[in-house]
């Protein structure tokens, strides 16, 4: 689960860590009231979407006086913000940040994330403040700090000397962003973060650390544990289709391609897509649905997917372990009776009774039904379905 900005400024400020003053507002009337009351000679607007690079799409403006600030809320709030993580469709902005503006003397990096091959949480700073994060790793990797965190002995001394010392920064400094990092680590724990990031942490003229902005992610089983979270939750911010998959118990993720795909089992998922990309196309989702797959399950998978106006063609790519594969079959022919299915089905159903399963798909002599023998004929007849090319 995602949270806006000004909602992980609250967490942060919680747990003592400086933030800019600011405050989050729907309407436009509110602007002025919300200048007046943070203070100060300049203020910053930003847009209040889950996604980054907001700055670069017209998302975050500088006002030096009430009218500007004004002026600066009625130009964001509304607008549809592109950016390189929202798609080409972008997020429609509902809710506007007014926050104080901060001398900044130097910007960092500073982020927490686990990392599953060392199965620890890993603190990351960098100089390169601002920047965004992946293309730093991938350019200059150096610029990037990191220590290991072992949760039984949870953030120490030495671990905030290693980062600081990669910072450049001075002794007094180093104690200041000691504190600081001390406190990131407890809101990551505390709140079972899976992701924080602050871009920029800035130094600011006096030598105090802000964090400039703030982005954070949750682990979504551990939400029972934390209601305050839970009630942050935006459901505006996510994919409609994804939030209705949730309540009928399916793991559905919307993408930009045109292949739709209906798998059991999320690793036979990941590999479903990779080699639906093999073959040149391109998914138009991630949907697991499940073990048990039944004919309602299928008829609600077939129901989301086809929500999705891209899709050309449909990948129907199912093991039969706990449930037999003639089952499966006749739980396709009932779901296409209960959704109209218009666009090519490609169906490879393999595991306990799979040839039974292929005879009762053959003579239902549905038009649009296409067996495959294997996971590559699949891709390759999906793919070929979906292009309208022939391979």
């Known amino acids: 689960m995602n949270?806006?900005?000004y909602q992980a400024k609250q967490i942060f400020a919680d747990y003592g860590l400086p933030i800019q003053n600011g405050i989050m507002i729907r309407k436009l009337e509110d602007a002025r009231d919300a200048a007046r009351k943070i203070g100060g000679d300049f203020w910053v607007i930003k847009a209040q979407i889950h996604a980054g690079g907001r700055g670069k799409g017209g998302g975050v403006k500088f006002a030096k006086t009430l009218d500007e600030v004004e002026k600066k809320v009625s130009e964001i709030l509304g607008m549809n913000l592109v950016t390189h993580q929202t798609g080409p469709s972008g997020k429609l902005v509902k809710r506007v940040y007014v926050a104080g503006g901060v001398d900044i003397k130097k910007e960092y990096y500073l982020g927490m994330v686990l990392d599953r091959t060392s199965e620890m949480p890993v603190m990351m700073a960098s100089t390169e403040g601002g920047m965004e994060i992946e293309k730093v790793a991938s350019r200059t990797p150096e610029k990037i700090?990191?220590?290991e965190i072992d949760p039984l002995i949870g953030f120490q001394g030495f671990?905030?000397?290693?980062?600081?010392?990669?910072?450049?920064?001075?002794?007094?400094?180093?104690?200041?962003f000691s504190k600081f990092a001390s406190s990131?680590?407890?809101?990551?724990?505390?709140?079972?973060?899976?992701?924080?990031?602050i871009n920029p942490?800035?130094?600011t003229n006096n030598d105090e650390f802000i964090a400039l902005d703030a982005k954070m992610n949750f682990d979504d089983n551990a939400l029972f544990r934390h209601s305050d979270i839970q009630k942050m939750r935006d459901l505006d911010e996510e994919e409609p289709t994804e939030i209705e998959a949730k309540k009928y118990g399916l793991s559905y993720v919307k993408l930009?391609?045109?292949?739709?795909c209906m798998v059991n089992g999320a690793g036979l998922a990941m590999s479903t897509m990779d080699i639906i990309k093999h073959e040149g196309g391109d998914p138009a989702n991630f949907l697991d649905?499940?073990?048990?797959?039944?004919?309602?399950t299928v008829a609600k998978g077939f129901e989301i997917i086809l929500k999705d106006k891209n899709v050309k063609a449909i990948f129907v790519n199912i093991f039969g372990g706990i449930v037999r594969c003639d089952r499966i079959a006749n739980g396709i022919l009932e779901a296409t009776k209960k959704i109209e299915v218009k666009i090519p089905l490609v169906v490879r159903l393999d595991g306990t009774n799979s040839k039974k399963a292929a005879k009762i798909l053959q003579n239902a002599k549905t038009e649009n039904i296409i067996n495959a023998d294997d996971l590559a004929d699949g891709a390759k007849k999906v793919v070929s379905a979906a292009?309208?090319?022939l391979k």
């Open 289 to 296: 649905v499940g073990g048990t797959a039944s004919a309602e």
């Open 184 to 197: 990131l680590y407890r809101v990551y724990s505390d709140k079972d973060a899976s992701l924080i990031e």
């Open 145 to 147: 700090i990191k220590v």
């Open 159 to 176: 671990h905030a000397r290693k980062l600081a010392f990669g910072m450049g920064l001075s002794k007094d400094q180093m104690r200041t």
């Open 201 to 203: 942490l800035v130094l």
């Open 256 to 260: 930009d391609g045109n292949v739709g």
């Open 3 to 5: 949270i806006h900005e």
């Open 387 to 389: 292009t309208g090319v």
